[in-house]
């Protein structure tokens, strides 16, 4: 068990003053429109880029943007890649940039790709999980979300529904995880936190509707030629769930409404990059992500 969080009393949920304190309290860190809205700016010479929606937080607007590859035909299965469902997960942002960046128009030729890179830019700018009503988008992809995030995401892709053969999510899973951000869930939901342990390494999350094992060891195979994945833990399990193979547990992503569940895709994963262990650089999480999208959508060339 961890030390009680420093917003609200142990065992009462958070109401509207327990939220506004922690919104007080957050601060901006990075600039989302230096580090991501310039980088999408400049993939726009060589990818269609739209503005999907914008998000109005206190004093700041925040643009979404979606990156589709050019060349796009209807013959072609579409891919959605999305990044910063959790703003904080750096690697899962420039992960998604790097790959259109290096890969874009390589797999373009076989396939039509659809790239959200930061669906959670104030949780960029501030390190966060949540947004600012201290809502988890990742736990927002259902009918009637509370959060904007995720709401303006899952509107946007309704168009693709039907043709989208792949969802890859790119996250992180930090060590601030155990230190801020599970203290602070426990707290807001007025319940007992207990830590697991941090994998140390990158890992998978399929989903148990549809865990494709052998799709998720090709993303595997890929990831391991450039960054080491998580061992299980003494119990075989990751972060307290039971391994289905090396580097991946399964979660029902649509009934928890993460964003791998947010389109009928047979193929679905979420990545975690692991960017505290002493083995690792921001790079080295980068190189990872962008591996993992390789390493599925090599699998699904080969399926065709
Ligand atoms: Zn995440």
Redesign the pocket.
Known sequence: MSQPYSIGTVGTPWGTSEKQSWLQAQSMKRSYDADVVTKILELSARFNVSQYGSLSYEHRVFDLFAIQSPNWTTDKKTILITGG??G??TS?VHGALEFLEQYGNHYSETFNLIVLPCLSPWGYETIN?WNPDAIDP?RSFFNGSPAQESKLAADYLAQFQNNIICHI?L???TDTDNSEFRPALAARDGITNHNWNIPDGFYLVGHTQKPEPNFQKSIIDEVAKVTHIAPADENKQLIGVPIEQEGVINYDGTKLGLCMGVTDAPYVT?T?AYPDSLKATPQSCIDGQVAAIKGALNYLVNLR
Do not use: L, S
Request: aromatic share 8%; charged share 40%; net charge negative.
């Open positions: 469902v959790h904080y997960e899962g999980r990742n999510d996250h992180e899973t979420t975690e």
